[in-house]
């Protein structure tokens, strides 16, 4: 039964062998090198053209291979940026992508088309049957936009790319920037006017809010949003435009950030004036509201930019949750002394002022915390009560008789 067992054994081990040794030797002998396709479309609103290099045979050693553009109908220089170099394919690669700069020019219409070729292969490599490539460049919907342009892609000279762009594309984006400045402010002065007139019409304090909340964020976000049409108007690199989207919508997250925050200043701050003569529960818990509300916002506000910024938040978002349990089960009397408070402030058993006694403390209650009471006794000491034990306890209110009014 052993034996039996052994040749199986060594059936199995030598089936896998085999199983590894044959995909390997496929990859022996002589490379060849070629272009995955013959012809590679491409808009010339795309910013560039990813061609890919392909190597069968042997994948051993690194195999170099230069690669050039030739002019067709498309020039170099006006419709892509031309390119001729090395390229390496490393060891054990099998796939090479290689991306050739489209220039983005709306004075010429119809498709253009460029070559490319491959040539002097090392280490012994061959070039396959499809050892050159044609590139078509087809119109994009463009000229709808061309006013944006403000006619300096006409101008002779500013076709050079400089960094895979137009020089005209430079001069039109910054005169773009600074057109998006200006009417972003007269969007910010118009929405500001037309509160102001509806401020004027009403008694209420509320709107009055708005008004103040609309002090600069407006302006903010009109700006950055005509910023963002712009990338689209516009054609960038890739690393380019994926970079100046994510710095928009960090700066929109702090821009909303910032409203909020602001608005929670200015409702707590209208709460507070309209209960600076009661005794209740809000106004005790106004400063509570106020650092927890700024708290939460600014956590999202953190976790939206580094989402926008492409990190994954699933994880910190468990450790957050994590870390919330183990502040809340260490955290126990002080959350105890807290809901305490407010079942007091709610509940109503005593006022600031008011003579009572708890178990063995009586005295005049100087001052209702959210962690503790503090009494001030007979003899003129400060008692500082938890308020999970007032909250547990008989309270005795010495100040009030039965049926008073409260």
């Given amino acids: 039964m052993s034996s039996t067992l052994e040749k199986v054994g060594l059936v199995v081990v030598a089936s896998l062998f085999c199983a590894a040794w044959v995909p390997g030797q496929s990859r022996l002998g002589t490379a060849t090198i070629e272009f995955t396709k013959a012809t590679y479309l491409v808009n010339q609103n795309a910013g560039g053209v990813t061609v890919t290099l392909q190597r069968t045979g042997n994948t051993n050693a690194a195999v170099d291979v230069v690669l050039a553009t030739v002019d067709g109908t498309a020039v170099a220089g006006r419709d892509f940026v031309p390119k001729k170099g090395m390229v390496t394919i490393a060891a054990g690669k099998m796939e090479e992508p290689i991306r050739i700069p489209i220039i983005h020019d709306v004075r010429w219409k119809g498709s253009r088309a460029l070559k490319l070729t491959l040539s002097d292969p090392s280490a012994g ?35 050079r790319p400089l960094f895979e762009v137009p020089l005209w594309q430079y001069l039109a984006s910054f005169i773009y920037i600074f057109l998006a400045f200006f009417a972003a402010k007269l969007v910010d002065l118009l929405v500001r006017g037309q509160l102001s007139r509806w401020t004027r019409k009403t008694k209420t304090q509320f709107d009055d809010l708005l008004l103040e909340l609309a002090r600069g964020p407006v302006k903010v976000m009109a700006f950055v949003a005509l910023l963002y049409v712009g990338l689209h108007i516009f054609i960038w690199p890739v690393w380019f435009a994926n970079f100046l989207k994510k710095a928009l919508g960090v700066i929109l997250v702090v821009s909303i950030t910032y409203m909020v925050l602001k608005f929670v200043d200015l409702v707590i701050g209208y709460w507070k004036r309209r209960l600076e003569t009661e005794d209740s529960i809000g106004k005790h818990l106004l400063p509570l509201i106020r650092h927890t509300l700024k708290v939460f916002a600014a956590v999202v506000a953190v976790l939206l930019t580094l989402q926008n910024l492409g990190l994954n938040i699933t994880s910190l978002i468990a450790s957050l949750s994590i870390a919330g349990l183990a502040v809340s089960l260490a955290a126990q009397d002080t959350l105890a002394n807290l809901f305490g408070a407010v079942a007091m402030l709610s509940d109503k058993p005593f006022r600031i002022g008011d003579r009572i006694k708890v178990e063995n403390v009586e005295g005049v209650v100087e001052s209702i915390g959210l962690r503790s009471t503090r009494v001030v006794s007979a003899e003129g000491h400060i008692v500082s009560i938890p308020n999970k034990i007032i909250n547990n306890a008989t309270i005795t209110n010495l100040a009030r008789a039965s049926g008073a009014p409260k």
């Fill in 125 to 159: 490599a061959a070039l396959g049957p499809q050892s050159s490539a044609e590139v078509v460049i087809e119109e994009g919907e463009t000229r709808k936009a061309a006013w944006l342009h403000f006619g300096l892609d006409q101008i002779e000279g500013l076709d």
